[in-house]
T-cell receptor
């Protein structure tokens, strides 16, 4: 069964600092997704990583995928308060019936302090 | 705004009752997914429908059922509700079939409170 682990689960950082969130998964997959969730709100798609070595950047966030290591990272550069949210990674797995399903990590709750 | 709509936004009911949650996918999307999010279980995949047919099942209880109608909207039925069913229920939709990257776009969710 596919397992997706994120760490850290909680991250408190100061504005202007850099940090990385890690996402490990247990079985082979070529597709990895990053989502953001604000408190009490829905999940917003950030990145889709489709192949080994894929790197995508949007503003202060950069995501990368290493399928051989089964690892994705979400790097935060010069954090600002607006980035405070919970970040989820998700990986395509297999559901009952043979179809695909997304398996989510537990999320990393990021708090950026002034 | 993802383009996925869910109703109602909030639902308060009693144990033993039955409720129906409704979801309209983004225009053109054929796949609808249901998720349950709770503090202790995290985000759990429940079930997927594709163009009216059940495609994949996750951790869905037998007391829960879903369907997708010809106009592609979907309903999640929760019956014999228990306190532990209190959670945020999300619907998501995607446009691609198997073999393609299929980002799922999430609706705003329905917050269910069972008293």
């Amino acid at each position: 069964e596919l397992k997706v682990e994120q760490n850290p689960l909680f991250l408190s950082m100061q504005e202007g600092k850099n940090y990385t969130i890690y996402c490990n998964y247990s079985t082979t997959s070529d597709r990895l997704y990053w989502y953001r969730q604000d408190p009490g709100k829905s999940l917003e798609s950030l990145f889709v990583l489709l192949s080994n070595g894929a790197v995508k950047q949007e503003g202060r966030l950069m995501a990368s995928l290493d399928t051989k290591a089964r690892l994705s990272t979400l790097h935060i550069t010069a954090a600002v308060h607006d980035l405070s949210a919970t970040y989820f990674c998700a990986v395509d797995g297999w559901a009952e019936g043979g179809s695909e399903k997304l398996v989510f990590g537990k999320g990393t709750k990021l708090t950026v302090n002034p | 705004d993802s383009g996925v709509t869910q109703t109602p936004k909030h639902l308060i009911t009693a144990t033993g009752q039955r409720v129906t949650l409704r979801c309209s996918p983004r225009s053109g999307d054929l796949s609808v997914y249901w998720y349950q999010q709770s503090l202790d279980q995290g985000l759990q995949f429940l079930i997927q429908y594709y163009n009216g047919e059940e495609r994949a099942k996750g951790n869905i209880l037998e007391r829960f059922s879903a369907q997708q109608f010809p106009d592609l909207h979907s309903e999640l039925n929760l019956s014999s509700l228990e306190l532990g069913d209190s959670a945020l229920y999300f619907c998501a939709s995607s446009g691609m079939g198997q073999g393609w990257a299929k980002t799922q776009y999430f609706g705003p969710g329905t917050r269910l409170l069972v008293l």
